[in-house]
């Protein structure tokens, strides 16, 4: 199985500042096709897991656009320009390039 | 707008087989567009794919490797459901069980987009 890892594990963030996470595969996930088959998800408190980036870079519906992701290969990133108080949650990296979809550790943002 | 809802019991006895159910509404099990599939989360191992059903031209199963000896997932096109059965069970698989549909674009994998509410599973006798 690809194993992902993430970091940091925990991110305090003060509202209106910007935050990142990183993703690191264990095999590069771009496709021949030129997509990178790494998806971004948060887990907002008590709730399933909603899908916030597709294929590294694309906002899934109703995604705000302050979210944004980028990377290739094995080094990917998801920001967030400015944190709001509903973003708080515990966000996942997941590569779907092999099934078996395996998902990094989850990273904890909360609000300072 | 696509819902899942999950049903099956909480609560599963050692040994026994562990059986949830996830009724779709706003899509059809049978859409060639899709896959579904189910999800497990528990604080020790996180979340984990567990497999998946879809139908192009015919119905295929897909299952983690670690499971393949005790899964089955099956479509139910005349109730538009399908349903995890997980045998065997030990406290180990205790965990929230999710459904989800995992959605494509152009061909390419877009994640999965709609998601079960969970169901907690606690194997314990």
Redesign the interface.
């Known amino acids: 199985?690809i194993v992902m890892t993430q970091s940091p594990l925990s991110l305090p963030v003060s509202p209106g500042e910007p935050a990142s996470i990183s993703c690191r595969s264990s095999q590069s996930l771009l496709?021949g096709?030129g997509?990178n088959?790494l998806?971004w998800?948060l887990q907002k408190p008590g709730q399933?897991?909603?899908?916030l980036i597709?294929?590294a870079s694309?906002r899934?519906?109703g995604v705000p656009d302050r979210f944004s992701g980028s990377g290739s290969g094995t080094d990917f990133t998801l920001k967030i320009s400015r944190v709001e108080a509903e973003d708080v949650g515990v966000y996942?990296c997941?590569q779907?390039l092999q099934?078996?979809?395996?998902?990094g550790?989850?990273t904890k943002v909360d609000i300072k | 707008q696509v819902q899942l809802q999950q049903s099956g019991p909480g609560l599963v006895k050692p040994s026994q087989t562990l059986s949830l159910t996830c009724a779709i509404s706003g899509d059809s099990v049978s859409s060639s567009s899709v896959t579904w599939n189910w999800i497990r989360q528990s604080p020790s191992r996180?979340?984990?794919?567990l497999g998946?059903t879809y139908y192009k031209s015919k119905w295929y199963n897909?299952y983690?490797?670690?499971m393949k000896s005790r899964i089955t997932i099956n479509p139910d096109t005349s109730r538009n459901r399908f349903s995890l059965q997980l045998s065997s069970v030990t406290p180990e698989d205790t965990a929230v069980y999710?459904c989800a549909r995992n959605?494509y674009?152009s061909g390419?994998?877009?994640?999965?987009?709609h998601?079960?509410?969970?169901t907690l599973v606690t194997v314990s006798s």
């Open positions: 199985d496709h096709n997509y088959f998806h998800y399933s897991p909603q899908l597709y294929l694309n899934a519906s996942y997941m779907a099934a078996s979809f395996t998902f550790p989850g | 996180g979340l984990e794919w998946r897909d983690a490797v670690s999710y959605a674009s390419n994998n877009a994640g999965f987009d998601w079960g509410q969970g």
